[in-house]
């Protein structure tokens, strides 16, 4: 996500991201200077860095513009930073109630003190992502979901395979599920036909997700299919 582009948003590589500790400062100058937090100008920061670009993005996204005029040169950026104000441009309707929430999660992550900056923590509990935000992680089926499905067929003897296969799922961490996402992404169309046909008899409404109420019709209707086979 930079200024100028306006194609489709997407997850790339993360350049010059690297994992650090909660407590660990950082003192290398790097990354896209219209979302840099002021302190990294400094030399000096740590994760509150990343709540400031994910602030900055969001306000991008939403307003189509950044909330400052851009300087001519890298060197004028921490000198601006000192005189920095966030504005909402009235026209655009940001003093609506409507808007209301999605102000309030960037107001508290453009805060110019690290510590008095929103921590990601806070960020998810924000009114704003909770209305917006999607709980279904990569892999489309939670853990929750398969939890609660599975507890009315604990008497169940007929798919063990199948329950043990769900419940292992349920708990592979979330960068497995992206590296799954990723093999599934280089099948070929044909070795995925037969994957998309079972996940598509599971996924009644059709939205890329498998719910608690989409597996508990699907096994339902198993269960229903292998009664029948049994007495016939």
């Known amino acids: 996500i930079r200024?100028?582009?306006?194609?489709?948003?997407?997850?790339?590589?993360?350049?010059?991201?690297t994992f650090s500790k909660e407590s660990q400062a950082v003192d290398s100058v790097g990354g896209t200077p219209e979302f840099?937090?002021?302190e990294v100008w400094g030399g000096v920061y740590g994760q509150q860095c990343d709540c400031w670009g994910?602030?900055?993005?969001?306000?991008?996204?939403?307003v189509g513009q950044l909330p400052y005029a851009r300087p001519v040169n890298l060197q004028?950026?921490?000198r601006m930073w000192s005189r920095f104000r966030l504005c909402f441009p009235s026209s655009q309707g940001w003093g609506s109630r409507n808007l209301r929430s999605a102000r309030d999660l960037i107001r508290s992550l453009l805060v110019m003190k690290p510590q008095e900056r929103w921590t990601a923590g806070s960020a998810l509990k924000s009114e704003f992502i909770k209305k917006h935000g999607r709980s279904t992680p990569i892999g489309g089926i939670t853990g929750a979901a398969v939890g609660e499905v599975l507890r009315g067929y604990q008497n169940f003897s007929a798919g063990p395979k199948l329950t043990d296969g769900l419940r292992s799922f349920s708990r592979v961490p979330r960068v497995m599920r992206v590296v799954l996402l990723l093999s599934a992404s280089k099948m070929e169309v044909v070795?995925?036909?037969?994957?998309?046909?079972?996940?598509?008899?599971?996924?009644?409404?059709?939205?890329?997700?498998?719910?608690?109420?989409?597996?508990?019709?699907?096994?339902?209707?198993?269960?229903?299919?292998m009664g029948r086979l049994a007495h016939s």
């Open 191 to 225: 070795e995925l036909a037969k994957v998309r046909q079972i996940f598509d008899s599971i996924d009644r409404d059709h939205d890329g997700f498998i719910s608690s109420t989409d597996m508990e019709d699907f096994l339902n209707g198993w269960m229903c299919r």
């Open 76 to 78: 004028e950026y921490p």
């Open 3 to 17: 200024p100028g582009t306006s194609s489709d948003v997407k997850l790339i590589d993360f350049g010059l991201a």
């Open 54 to 62: 994910v602030g900055m993005m969001l306000y991008y996204l939403l």
């Open 36 to 38: 840099m937090a002021p």
